[in-house]
DNA sequence: CTGAAAGCGCTAACAG
DNA sequence: CTGTTAGCGCTTTCAG
């Protein structure tokens, strides 16, 4: 690879110059500016960002960290989208950390981001006491949070109001007459799934027809979903009705109900938090809490972007509003 | 953050020392060691990867890239699953390129991976003839193409036999009953797409009944698969049976199937080509050739990091199977 | 076993 | 407008 000094001896100029026009700098001769670009175009040559970033600490690395549990879960996807597109509209690339709930993994991306002297991360931490995270905020990075937050810390936080969304969910479910409805919900350390089960439960006890024992606790996986619709199926007096704490949850549900060949909505209704491109696309279609994930992903991006332009602009939290996506599965 | 020379100064050795225990070097005094160990302990001292990789090119920099076209596409999250699994193993992060077949995307991208100093690149390339993918190749850059190929350049590849799977599909529709077996294709100037067509109609002219008007061709995705699919339905005389190109485009002709409330596999049965791990959830739960997507991606990331150790190994080329799923909607 | 010193490729004063 | 030069944080001879 042709270094600076090769570019600079081509274009019979110093190593400066070459910088100079490189970084934009207004005062260039046009005529040894062009015999430059000539000799970089011949040359092939690319500065090295890792040259540049060990030299000014205060020059941004266009490196953004994305430290997400799960990429399997469609709604992490579509996060990692909408942060992909504000991160290239604004010349960032991604160093993409899916950590999957597993601490080794954690303490090693999160070192790698911090030597790769990062510009910034977006985290969804699985619980809000992660002290890793915490420590590299008080390092100084710029770290915004999404879905959920970090206990007793400021920090910019982009999530979704998901008590309302279980509420709303359930209230639908209680509306369209259904009596016995059950949950199936994420893990409990999850912040998200406590704040689900609790929108759920609200709902329910306002009617006065909440039964404790038609909630099931599982992980936040599809195999999850799968076993604790089982089980609900399995009870004497069924549930007619089920709210899925995800969607992994959700489709793993969907998957026993389809195995005993019960019908939906007739024999057992479901609703689902989180939508997915292809609920349309389920027999019948899922009934769903949408979550703006795409949304979610840019405004975090964006957030990012500012707190690195502006590292003591104060902190912002932003709650989003979920869509009950109402089709034929309830 | 502290550097070298605050460990060094606090175990009151030289840099020089300090760099020797970091790296491994048998050379040292266990107290010296002790010492500095200590040291780096108390300053949370992190050796700067970007400095480490400015000094020695010939260095790991312990970043992979990875270039997909679709990260909304199931099949590329677990290819990138695959990678990731052995990037973590290896110790390597990765740098996501999603770029969308968006041609400027893909420009930036290879730029910021080269001017990273990336050890390696998987890529799954739109066309065969990315010139700026080949450029990199005769760079020295290592990289493994993964789905599709590069023509005429020496490549290590893995892929999976696309018409064999097609074939295989279409073949079961075939004994299954169904007699107007139609087609719905992505991109034909993506190889996989025209593989998949041949195995299609290798698979129809076989049987001597192949008809090119149930052949719709789109591009790779959601909404295209909604819109053939309907217009397959609306043909005079519809087809009997569907198979769908790849995931996207399965999907979409479901929503349409579903919201036309046809009955699958009565009133219309379809295959796809690409299983999903919740291909159980649908309903009826589908019936797809499955490619070991995540296979696929571990072994690409074993082949990028051999060939990163040993430049000169000879090219692979690694064909996987598919396999049929099969369930009932055909 | 340990230290001094020379860079890796680039930016940013500081001179001219 | 342009060149000289001092590092950024680290590895690696080369001497001790």
């Not at 060990?54 to 942060?83: A, H, M, T, W």
């Not at 002290?131 to 937050?149: A, E, Y």
């Not at 704490?245 to 019960?262: M, V, W």
Request: charged share 25%.
């Amino acid at each position: 690879m042709a270094g600076m000094v090769d570019v600079a001896k081509r274009a019979g100029v110093s190593i400066a110059t070459v910088s100079r026009v490189l970084n934009k700098s207004e005062n260039v001769n046009e005529g040894t500016r062009l015999k430059i670009l000539k000799a970089i175009k011949e040359l092939k040559y690319r500065p090295s960002r890792v040259a540049k970033r060990l030299r000014s600490k205060d020059l941004p690395s266009y490196l953004l960290g994305v430290l997400i549990p799960d990429i399997q879960n469609p709604f992490y996807v579509d996060v990692l989208r909408g942060i992909e597109d504000i991160a290239y509209r604004n010349n960032y690339a991604i160093i993409m950390c899916n950590y999957g709930q597993d601490d080794k993994k954690e303490i090693m991306y999160l070192d790698i981001l911090q030597a790769e002297a990062i510009d910034g991360l977006i985290a969804a931490p699985v619980n809000e006491n992660d002290q890793r995270l915490k420590n590299l905020i008080h390092t100084g990075m710029p770290v915004v949070c999404v879905d959920r937050g970090l206990s007793g810390i400021d920090v910019d936080i982009v999530s979704v109001n998901n008590e309302e969304g279980a509420y709303n969910a359930v209230a639908y479910l209680i509306k369209s007459g259904y009596k016995r409805i059950a949950h199936i919900s994420g893990l409990m350390s999850i912040p998200t799934s406590v704040m689900r089960e609790k929108g759920y439960r609200r709902a329910l006890e306002d009617k006065g027809i909440y039964q404790k024992d038609l909630v099931r606790y599982g992980n936040s996986f599809y195999d999850s979903g799968v076993k604790l619709c089982g089980e609900l199926l399995d009870l004497p007096s069924p549930p007619d009705a089920i709210f899925a704490g995800n969607n992994l949850l959700t489709l793993g549900a969907l998957e026993t109900i389809h195995k005993r060949k019960k019908q939906i909505p007739n024999d057992i209704a479901i609703i689902g938090f989180d939508d997915m491109f292809w609920s349309s696309s389920l027999n019948p279609p899922l009934t769903a809490v949408r979550q703006p994930a795409y949304e979610i992903g840019k405004r975090a991006g964006e957030l990012l972007i500012q707190r690195i332009n502006d590292p003591r602009r104060p902190c912002i939290r932003m709650s989003m509003n979920t869509e009950l996506m109402i089709r034929n599965s309830c």
